[in-house]
Structures are given as C-alpha cells and as structure tokens.
C-alpha cells in the first residue's frame, strides 16, 4: 500500500509540476498560437475563393450482352457478356484526356460573371457579365509568335493547364456507400463553373452515346458477317445431305444410314444457329435506332451563389489548435534543452 501511495504522489507531483511548466511559459505558447494563427489566417484569406457546380448521377445498364456472349460462343468466338454498363469514372477521364473535347472548352467563349463588392451586393446592383475564353479568364498572356509551331503550343499549354490534377477543374468522385458519381466542375468564377457544368454534362450524353451507338452498330455488323457465313454453311450441309440421299436411297447398310443421320444432324445445328442469328440481328437492329440512356442524373447542378472552397472557418480553428499544441511542444523542448544544460554544469 505505501509503495502504491507513492506512485500516485509522484504522478501528482509530475502532473503538477508540467502545469506549472506552461503557467510559466504562458507568453511563448500565446505568442506561438497567435503567430501560427495569424499566418495561417493570412494563407486562408489569399486563397481565391472557389465555386463548385456538383451533380450526383447513376449509371444505367441495358441487356443483351450475355445473349450476345453465348452467340459468339456458337460461333467460336469469345466477347464480353457486358451489355450497355456505364463506367462513369472511366468516361469523364477519358474526356479529360480527349484534346478534341479540352479544345471545345479552351476555345469556347464563356459568359463570365463580375464578381460584387460588399457594397454592390447591399445595394442590389444588377449582376454584370462579360464573354471570354478560359485563355483570358486565366490571364495566360499573348504567345510568343517567334516560337516554331507557337498556336499549337499555346493551345497545349491552356489545355495542360485545364488537366492540372491539383486544379481540379473537371473531377468525378463516387460515393461507396450509395454507389452515386458526383460530376463536379470546379473555377474561381460562379457563371464559369456552373455553364462549363452544363457543357461537360451534355457533351459526356453524347459521347457515351455515340460510343452505344458504335457499339451497336459492330455488334450489327458482327451478326450480319455470322447470318451470312452461317447461311453458307447452312446450303453446303443441305447439299451435301440431299447429295448423299440421292447416291444412298436403296442402300441400308449401318454405316450409311449412320453416316446419313450424322449429316441430318449438322443440318438441323446450322439450321438452329441460323435461326437464332437471324432473331439476333433484328434485336441487334433494334438497339442500334434505340436510345438508351447513358446515366441518369439524379440531382442537377445548382448555380453556386457562394463559394464552396476554401473552408476559412476551418482553417482558422485548425491555425488556432495547431499553434497552441506547437506553443505547448516549443515549452516543452526549451525545458528540455534547459535540463540538459543545467546537468551538465553541475
């Protein structure tokens, strides 16, 4: 028992003695937390303010894939059994990267709006917009025409800029637990963000649907090539059976009537496969006039009256915490230093 109440008391005792330790050192940890606060408050207020347009949408699937999978097993062939599955994630990536739809954007002229004073907003004065590229938006400058090929680099150098990953003007995020794709277009002007959201939505349903509309017609293509081939071999069976009745019609020998039920049979196959391509290729003509729906977007992008990033609030609390544990390890490590100096006098 007395071993134990020493214990506790030296705990209190040391518990004691690092309060003491920070009363005494009051000023660095306020004059450590009031720096690091203030500078992170003067990082948060240079951060251009950013105004995100977010739509949450879902993918859409359509049959077919694996009646087309077991066709092509028929035929010897092995394709995907997909159907029309829709990898959102996949597609604005590819768009990212596709210099056609970066040059869409670079090129395009913008309806950008003017950005109110305080005083302006109070007083409602009509919101104001001018028309410009992204080139002008950003402020890129005029090229250097002495430069060899200097359009092509221009461009180049906007739509590098356009791909910038710690950018993110363009991103897709998926939600695990729901399964939703969230299209976001990101730019430090609200108009900009939000009719750059609009065009990336309607270029990405007619990309997607052209690439149905490409897949549908190979797949057409695909069965039209097996209808025709089937169809030969179709005739050649038929012949060859009509051929060996009429050599064979008295004849009752085993081996000839095996030979003939042998023949019947591949008739009866190209026959069953013919049948079905020819149903496979309505229902393949069918979905190359249909249109099926990419993705469905099930809550639009709203026009952002506010900015959506930075967080200042939070950067602002994070600056203040963060100081006064920083102001509490500098007390720490100067009475550190100090012990060790002091032991080394003594």
Known sequence: MGTNEQFNNDDEIDVRELILVLFRNWIIILATTAVIAVSVAIYAITLPDQYVSKAIAVSTSGGGGS???????????????????????????????????????????????????????????????????????????????????????????QIGYLRSPKKKFLSIEKDVKTGTIEIKTRFENPSLSYFVHEFLIDYLKEYIAEDYFNRDKDKRIFVEERVAEVKGNLSKAEARLA?????????????????????????????????????????????EKKETPAFEIINEADFPLYPSEPKRKILYLLGIFGGFFVGIFAVFAKEWVESIINTRNA
């Open 243 to 287: 051929a060996f009745h009429e050599r064979n019609f008295s004849i009752q020998n085993p081996s000839v009537i095996l030979e003939g039920e042998r023949l019947q049979r591949e008739v009866l196959l190209q026959a069953s496969v013919y049948a079905e391509l020819v149903k496979q290729l309505e229902l393949a003509k069918i979905d």
């Open 67 to 157: 009646q087309m999978a077991g066709l092509a097993a028929l035929a010897g062939i092995n394709i995907s059994s997909g159907g029309k599955d829709v990898n959102l994630m996949n597609y604005v990536d590819l768009l990212v990267q596709n210099t056609a739809f970066c040059e869409k954007i670079i090129e395009r002229e913008w309806e950008v709006q003017r950005l109110q004073t305080k005083k302006e907003k109070k007083a409602r004065a009509p919101i104001l917009y001018d028309t410009m590229t992204l080139a002008q938006f950003w402020e890129f400058g005029k090229p250097d025409t002495t430069v060899p090929n200097w359009e092509y680099g221009y461009k180049m150098a």
